[in-house]
């Protein structure tokens, strides 16, 4: 099954700063890279996807870049902000309607 | 809000005993995918169904089963339960209209205490 690795475990930035946290995943066959953002007693919240025809796409202060040669996509969160602070999980997906594997999440604190 | 709703939000059980959750997934979502979220596994495919089929199946146990209902809410029934079994459960929709991909929106979980 496909094997998913998140780094870094925690992160801990400035206000204002900038954020990455990088995705690492096995299946080749994967299609679909989206990056999930849990607060504390919610359900993960979709904040940004990309498609393995895309190499790069941005939201505002938010961006993924995805490497398929490599095998890993990224998050970039730019100008971050105290409400930015939770856990982070990227979730690759083969075809439409198929499971989510998730990664082991990334713990990102804005400090003032 | 996602327009997944689940209920109920907590429970408090014994071991040995059996509960069921429940999820509705947005309006026009026709695929539920059930997740489970511990400490020590992370967030866990379970299974997956669409439009009222069995899709897919994860690392669900045999103690575990789930259906989708003609007007799509789905439960998850856990029966014999045991301490391990603890966990944040969530619900998952896509694939409705104009639904690229595979966007999966989350409910807000229910939260399994087995004492």
């Known amino acids: 099954g496909e094997n998913v690795e998140q780094h870094p475990s925690t992160l801990s930035v400035q206000e204002g700063d900038s954020a990455v946290i990088k995705c690492t995943y096995s299946?080749?066959?994967?299609?679909?890279f989206p990056w999930y953002k849990q607060e504390l007693g919610k359900g993960p919240q979709l904040i940004i996807d990309i498609r393995s025809n895309v190499g790069e796409k941005k939201d505002q202060r938010i961006a993924v870049t995805l490497n398929k040669t490599a095998k890993h996509f990224s998050l970039h969160i730019t100008e971050t902000q105290p409400e930015d602070s939770a856990v982070y999980f990227c979730?690759?997906?083969?075809?439409?309607?198929?499971?989510?594997?998730f990664g082991t999440g990334t713990r990102l604190q804005v400090t003032l | 809000d996602s327009g997944v709703t689940q209920t109920p939000k907590h429970l408090i059980t014994a071991t040995g005993q059996r509960v069921t959750l429940r999820c509705s997934p947005r309006s026009g979502d026709l695929s539920v995918y059930w997740y489970q979220q511990s400490l020590d596994q992370g967030l866990q495919f379970l299974i997956q169904y669409y439009n009222g089929e069995e899709r897919a199946k994860g690392n669900i146990l045999e103690r575990f089963s789930a259906q989708q209902f003609p007007d799509l809410h789905s439960e998850l029934n856990l029966s014999s339960l045991e301490l391990g079994d603890s966990a944040l459960y969530f619900c998952?929709?896509?694939?409705?209209?104009?639904?690229?991909?595979?966007?999966?929106?989350f409910g807000p979980g229910t939260r399994l205490t087995v004492l």
């Open positions: 998952a929709s896509s694939g409705g209209r104009g639904t690229p991909y595979n966007e999966q929106f």
């Open positions: 979730a690759p997906s083969t075809g439409t309607a198929s499971k989510l594997t």
């Open positions: 299946d080749s066959a994967s299609n679909y």
